[in-house]
């Protein structure tokens, strides 16, 4: 596996290419100093940056198609913990995001990282970022309230020489109290407590070093800020960059330094003792940390190689643990290492944006609050109608908006309820297992077999409280990195939110509006390595369209052939929760009989009339691959959001109601009414085969705007925008027949205006 390793400097962009441990080629291209002062911000840097990855690949004879992932160096991003991120888009934002890091040449590693990988359609990673840590409360506290201290320290390296010393000396990392000093042209301290950095000594609070000033008096540091001698880059030059050795003696090179030492100079000499001992000092205010139960200390760095250095620092800090000198960054090593191809354990972790804090009673999801107050377009149009309703009366509103069944549920469910509330309380009301009362997934599992032919046992099937929840908990299960889910449109608009709410993408394919079956071209056009499974609706909200077995044959076909090819299956997961609603004896193929890697979610929501009621199922049939185990993840991910089990008395009322079916003649009767009558009038209307809705063509192509006319006319119709379907608007036909009749007039006003 090929990783590209991408670990920009202020002036100079290092790459290498590794082939999993194996290091294939590395280069250090430098940048002219003067030609980078004319991009503002460091992401304006990027398409510089990345015309000269792209040649170095050139250069290599790598593909990028062979690459297997992209790394690059971690910036200074706040409150990150050690290991590794997936860069996501709330990571790219917080690398240029003033309130969330701070503008440094590091913080290009995972811009550049992301922009080579999305288009290859593989992950970009950084690891142990100069900003992450996991410093203790009473760590972060300073005498100044408007300031906190982070971890800030050469993590990176550091880390890596940490992990190296227990390696080699037999130990876990996790097992030992460390306190590694990285030397280079900036200096930090950092106490390593089983395997967790828990404090640190930067340039900011601690030694000076070779470019940097190191902690001044402040008094002093604000007095020379007022005097009116310097202006605020230049305040920052003398900080980082032109402080430290290089202000005292006029170069940074240890080598350059020694020499004047051997030549006599005392006060090079001065300065290069006060350097180790502003290290030593750091390394022992960390010993105080770990309370003196330190099992080494560890000097690395480039600087590390001045045995001048390392012995002066040595001699302070020998009383405390034996000193370990380990020179050189490694910094390109340490991040093709750490990742899982290059033997690393590293965890990989995913970021998001902290919310800021306004005040209140805490830090609260600014993006669920948007969905919690984001009312769908179909519940508006309800809301709507019902204020409507107020002011003209409730039979001059023609609502068409929602999918409510309008028939009552059979009454054999009201007697099966009667009978059940007539017997042991404790028993009815009580828990059942998390998948399901037994005597409930023996039924259904028998009512499968019988319908399909396959066998299904009471294992294969998990209780959910209804078609949502199964979807979501499949999804959940199915979310491994990268997941993408494949969504055909028109589809049912919740999708989007289960999917992208629960670690997936959505991906959409656009619709077929010349049948209304599956375009199977742009299906293999919209999948990827990392798609997931395919979301399947049928009959469909909102066409009422069945897909045909010609239809599903074609697609399994295909997607048996993507899942070779990938290396992995491809699950076609099928929403069904209009199965029983099917007009004129038409079939609804049984998918997992045409497509193995099938996966069932359903509802007896609309087949009973009882959508309040939420009861419903996940079927993962054995011939799933991995059945077993993707059963499992659902269980587990039904405990990760709170699931106990379904509602016990749903259940035993199902255990004997599998065999019941809808009457239809209702939703039959207004199915044609609705497609006879506005096909006459001159709308172009997709007939149902099943559910209770029906799509037509918007007239002038503009559904929101027809869709408004209508709203004059107290006629609520919803626009499929939002089913992914542009141009066309959805009827609900399971609605009272008298108001159809009384709303013919309404569609024929607004097709004239």
Not at 115 to 132: F, H, M, N, R
Not at 258 to 276: K, P, S, T, V
Request: with cysteine; proline share 5%.
């Amino acid at each position: 596996m090929k990783l590209l390793i991408i670990n920009p400097g202020s002036t100079s962009t290092k790459l290498a290419l590794y082939d999993g441990a194996k290091k294939l080629l590395q280069e250090n291209l430098e940048h002219d100093a003067a030609a980078l002062q004319q991009y503002h911000g460091i992401g304006d840097q990027v398409p510089m940056r990345l015309a000269v990855i792209r040649d170095f690949l050139d250069r290599s004879g790598v593909h990028p198609e062979e690459l297997a992932a992209v790394i690059g160096r971690g910036g200074l991003v706040f409150g990150l913990k050690t290991g590794g991120y997936l860069v996501n888009e709330d990571l790219c934002h917080a690398l240029v995001d003033d309130d969330l890091s701070q503008p440094h040449a590091s913080n290009l590693g995972g811009l550049l990282a992301r922009e080579i990988a999305a288009p290859l359609g593989i992950p970009a990673y950084i690891y142990d970022a100069v900003t992450s840590g996991e410093l203790t409360d009473v760590a972060k506290i300073t005498g100044f309230v408007d300031i906190e201290r982070r971890s800030f320290c050469h993590v990176l390296n550091s880390r890596a020489m940490a992990l190296r010393y227990a390696r080699e000396h037999g130990k876990h990392y996790e097992e030992l109290n460390l306190i590694v000093a990285h030397l280079g042209g900036g200096i930090s301290a950092s106490v390593h407590r089983h395997g967790e950095i828990i404090d640190s000594v930067g340039d900011d609070d601690g030694q000076f070093s070779p470019e940097r000033s190191g902690c001044v008096p402040s008094l002093g540091l604000i007095k020379l800020c007022y005097s009116g001698k310097y202006t605020y880059e230049e305040m920052r030059k003398k900080i980082r960059g032109r402080g430290g050795m290089y202000a005292h003696l006029g170069t940074s090179d240890c080598r350059v330094i020694e020499q004047m030492i051997r030549d006599g100079d005392r006060h090079a000499d001065l300065i290069f003792q006060a350097q180790a001992y502003q290290i030593a000092k750091a390394i022992g205010l960390l010993s105080i940390v770990l309370k003196g139960d330190c099992d080494a200390i560890i000097l690395t760095g480039g600087v590390a190689n001045s045995k001048m250095l390392t012995e002066r620092v040595e001699d302070y800090v020998k009383f405390i643990a034996p000193v370990c000198v380990m020179p050189g960054e490694n910094e390109m090593e340490a991040l093709a290492h750490a990742h899982p191809a290059g033997r690393g354990k590293c965890p990989h972790l995913s970021y998001f944006k902290r919310s800021k804090w306004k005040g209140g009673a805490g830090m609260i999801s600014e993006s669920l609050v948007h969905l919690g107050e984001k009312k769908s377009g179909i519940r508006e149009l309800f809301e709507y109608g019902l204020r409507q309703a107020a002011v003209v009366g409730k039979e001059n509103v023609y609502d068409y908006s929602l999918g409510n069944p309008s028939v009552p549920a059979p009454e054999e469910v009201a007697s099966i309820i009667r009978e059940l509330l007539e017997g042991d309380s404790l028993a009815l009301h009580g828990y059942t297992p998390a998948g399901g009362a037994k005597e409930a997934q023996q039924a259904v599992a028998d009512d499968l077999t019988q319908r399909s032919g396959d066998t299904i046992r009471p294992e294969n099937i998990f209780f959910t409280c209804g078609a949502a929840p199964a979807l979501v908990a499949v999804l959940r299960a199915l979310a491994v990195e990268d997941a993408e889910f494949v969504a055909i449109a028109p589809y049912f608009p919740e999708y989007q939110v289960f999917v992208s709410y629960n670690g997936g993408k959505f991906v959409e394919v656009p619709p077929d509006t010349k049948n209304f079956q599956v375009d199977i071209a742009a299906v293999e056009r919209a999948l990827t390595p990392h798609t997931q499974a395919v979301l399947v609706n049928s009959p469909n909200n909102p066409s009422g369209v069945i897909y045909s077995r010609k239809t599903l044959t074609a697609l399994g076909a295909l997607l048996e052939r993507k899942s070779a090819e990938y290396g992995h299956p491809i699950y076609i997961i099928a929403d069904e929760p209009y199965r029983e609603l099917v007009y004129d004896n038409a079939e609804v193929p049984y998918i997992p009989g045409i497509y193995r890697d099938t996966v069932i979610c359903y509802s007896y929501s609309k087949s009973l009339s009882m959508p309040g009621e939420r009861i419903g199922y996940v079927c993962i049939p054995d011939s799933v691959t991995d059945s077993a185990k993707l059963h499992a993840a659902v269980a587990g991910a039904s405990r990760a959001f709170g699931h106990v089990c379904a509602p016990s008395m749903m259940q035993r009322v199902i255990a004997r109601a599998t065999g019941l079916r809808p009457d239809l003649e209702a939703y039959d009767k207004n199915r044609h009414t609705l497609y006879n009558a506005l096909s006459e009038m001159g709308y172009e209307c997709v007939k149902p085969e099943g559910a209770f809705y029906m799509m037509v063509k918007a007239p002038g192509g503009d559904a929101h705007a027809f869709s408004e006319r209508a709203k004059k006319e107290n006629l609520l119709l919803v626009p499929a925008d939002s089913f992914g379907c542009p141009g066309f608007f959805r009827i609900s036909t399971c609605v009272d027949p008298a108001m159809i009749q009384r709303s013919l007039p309404a569609f024929r006003r607004v097709l004239q205006d």
